[in-house]
């Protein structure tokens, strides 16, 4: 396996220009919505990672014709001779992903039935789908658990109905559009999820010709129609990517031009890189390629309180790579994260490098959460800055894995990073882009 282990000489400031494309978590959904239209969609500046490639995989078993279109970057997808797939061939093509669970209203509204495999993804909590199964449930499907994954039918066909999510789930949210969108009468959504990738998922849906009114207070209604069609559409781009490689400028000293990052998807983690005292600079001239600097300006870097939250708080993917950063800010930073419970492991191996990050089961910070009266370390205490040592690493998750490779870039001395290739499935061409901001890598 030495192929997957990356060697970066730490200690170079990261100095240069990239691009970060279309959202890794709006991207394979828009491929699944592509399953809804009975003429052909095209989608523009797709990142090549793998939970695009699980996908193109998957819906090529279900009879959708995947090509590249003739611009770079650009999919065509179509659906016109949809076909139902063996669970043991979507087995072999599920892969670690959670978009899976996502295809079941598209399959029952096309084909009648759905085998949703065993659900991979990162291990960073629980990942219950019950929101899911409930809420498809209630449009009048039938789930029956299997061997290896889940049969779900639609004997009666797919009802609109009312549904209040426990919490604003972004999976559950994008269920219940994919699913209402074609379902019969009325759907009416409380408690949704409303990031970004959502509101982008629902203009990709209203290209299709849906019907879908965003209330004020997470309330969605959707009024089902009996036909889409296929859209055209240029994703918005991922905001995760570039608070990642911004984290990285900060924890570096470095200064990084991001082409394609949009200010208004980076609003709340803008005024976070500012009061820890990281620069930016939006480029929006007209007819310019548009993009956000971000550097770190000099001195001391400040500590912070921060909790991650749904949108439009401060993004739980933001979290890993920002606290790299915090590692170097002087003072004590707090970090409660309130999305996940287990999202807080990776802090071992920064404390390896010389960090010292405490992790606690209390609500730090100020505001109780669902994980306060249970035994999850979901609060961090981060003292600095600290000076970050070369260490040997293995990649747990997609998140923590890239803020692996910050620490190991912001670190004196040669690190060797372990299971490098996990972080694929969300970041387009990360060694390159590594390479191109002066980052010392080679493979090991
Ligand atoms: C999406 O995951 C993203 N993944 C995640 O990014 C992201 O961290 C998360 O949303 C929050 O923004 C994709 O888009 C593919 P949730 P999702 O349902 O939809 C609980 C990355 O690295 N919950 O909003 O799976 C759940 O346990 C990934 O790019 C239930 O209890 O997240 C969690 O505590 C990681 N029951 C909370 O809701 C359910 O049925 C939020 O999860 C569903 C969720």
Request: with cysteine; charged share 20%.
């Amino acid at each position: 396996m030495t192929d997957d282990v990356l060697v970066v000489h730490g200690g170079t400031p990261l100095h240069g220009q990239i691009r970060a494309r279309g959202a890794k978590n709006l991207v394979p959904k828009a491929m699944v919505a592509a399953l809804l239209g009975d003429t052909p969609s095209r989608l523009h500046d797709v990142p090549a990672i793998r939970d695009v490639e699980i996908v193109r995989g998957l819906l090529g078993l279900h009879g959708v014709r995947v090509t590249d279109g003739a611009e770079p970057c650009e999919l065509v997808l179509d659906p016109t001779n949809i076909e139902c797939a063996s669970s043991d061939e979507i087995n072999v093509h599920a892969g670690s992903s959670r978009i899976p669970i996502l295809l079941c209203g598209p399959l029952l509204h096309r084909v009648g039935h759905a085998f949703i495999p065993d659900l991979g993804g990162c291990n960073i909590g629980g990942r219950p789908i019950d929101f899911h199964l409930g809420a498809l449930r209630e449009f009048g499907a039938l789930v029956e658990k299997r061997a290896g994954g889940m049969d779900i039918t639609s004997p009666n066909g797919l009802h609109g109905c009312k549904l209040s999510l426990p919490y604003p789930s972004v999976g559950a949210t994008e269920q219940i559009l994919l699913t209402a969108v074609m379902a019969e009468g009325v759907t009416e959504l409380r408690n949704a999820a409303v990031e970004p990738e959502i509101i982008d998922l629902i203009c990709v849906l209203q290209k299709m010709g849906a019907i879908i009114r965003v209330r004020t207070d997470r309330v969605i209604e959707i009024e089902g129609v009996r036909r889409l069609r296929g859209y055209s559409h240029r994703p918005i781009p991922d905001r995760i990517e570039v608070a990642s490689w911004a984290s990285a400028a900060l924890a570096t000293r470095g200064d990084v031009m991001i082409r394609g990052a949009r200010q208004v998807d980076m609003m709340t983690f803008l005024n976070t890189f500012t009061s820890v005292g990281g620069a930016f600079e939006v480029d929006d001239r007209p007819g310019a390629d548009g993009g956000i600097r971000f550097w770190h300006p000099g001195g001391e870097l400040r500590a912070v309180v921060l909790e991650t939250d749904v949108h439009p708080g401060f993004m739980t993917d933001w979290q890993q790579p920002m606290v790299v950063a915090l590692t170097q800010a002087h003072g004590i930073s707090i970090m409660h994260e309130t999305v996940y419970e287990r999202r807080l492991g990776y802090t071992d191996a920064l404390n390896q490098m010389g960090a010292t990050i405490q992790t606690y089961r209390e609500c730090l910070g100020g505001t109780p959460c669902r994980f306060g009266r249970r035994n999850f370390r979901h609060s961090a205490v981060i003292a600095g800055p600290s000076k970050l040592y070369a260490a040997d690493l293995v990649i747990p998750d997609l998140r923590a894995g890239f803020s692996h490779l910050i620490a190991a870039m912001a670190a004196a001395g040669t690190s060797r990073v372990y299971g490098v290739d996990l972080i694929k499935r969300g970041y387009e061409d990360f060694e390159a882009k590594m390479a191109a901001l002066g980052a010392r890598v080679e493979r090991g």
